[in-house]
C-alpha cells in the first residue's frame, strides 16, 4: 500500500493524496453507523428469527388511505399461487367467477394496456397481483412515520 501511493504520488498531487488517505478511515466510521434490521449482527451471524404475525382478518375490506391505492387483502393469500400457468387470484376475481365467488371484479383499469385500450385478458403487467396488493398483519411498525391517510 505505500510503495503504491508513493508511486501515485509521483503522479497525483501531493494534497489529492492527502485527501483520500484522510477519506478512508470516515469513509468506514460511516458504515458502522448505519443501522439496519439486522442491528450490527455479522452477516454469517444468525438472529432469531422474525415473530409470526397473525393476519388482519376481522375486516371485510380496508379502508383505502390515498386516491388509485391498490385496496389491501382481508383475506389469506399464502396458498393462493400465481405462475405462468395459472393465477388462483384471477380464479374469484376474474370476470369469469366473481359473481359466484361473491368476491369484487379486477378493476377494469387491469384489463388496459398501456395506451388505455381495454382487452379480454388481464393485461401482463398486473398479473403478479401481490407485487401491488398485500395482506395486513397487526404489527407494530418498524420504523415510526407520521403519514395520515386522506379521506
Ligand atoms: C376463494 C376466492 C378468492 C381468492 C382465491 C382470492 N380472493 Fe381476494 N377476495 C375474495 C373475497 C370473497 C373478497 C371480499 C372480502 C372477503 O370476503 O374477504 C376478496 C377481497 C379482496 C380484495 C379487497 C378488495 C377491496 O376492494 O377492498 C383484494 C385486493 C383481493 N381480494 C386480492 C386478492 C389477491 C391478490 C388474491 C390472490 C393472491 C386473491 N384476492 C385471491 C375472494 C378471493
Ligand atoms: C401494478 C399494480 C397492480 C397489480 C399488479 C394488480 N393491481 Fe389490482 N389494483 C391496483 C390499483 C391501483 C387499484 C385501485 C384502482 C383501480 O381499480 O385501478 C386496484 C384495484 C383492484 C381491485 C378492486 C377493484 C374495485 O373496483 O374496487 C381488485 C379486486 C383488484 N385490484 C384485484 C387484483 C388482482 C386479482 C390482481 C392480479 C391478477 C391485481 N389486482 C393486480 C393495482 C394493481
Redesign the pocket.
Known sequence: MKRLIAKLSGFIPATLVVALLALAPTGLANADTVSSLRGSLALEGQKSPAPVYKLK?DL???D?NFKSQ??????K?AK?R?NLKA???????GKANYKE????MIGVSHFKDKNGKEGKKINMSRYF??QC?VAQVDAKPLVANTFKGTK
Open positions: 382478518l371485510e375490506k380496508f383505502r391498490p385496496p389491501l387483502i382481508p383475506h393469500v393462493y400465481i393465477n388462483r387470484c384471477v380464479k374469484c376475481h365467488e361473491e368476491a369484487p397481483c401481490t396488493h
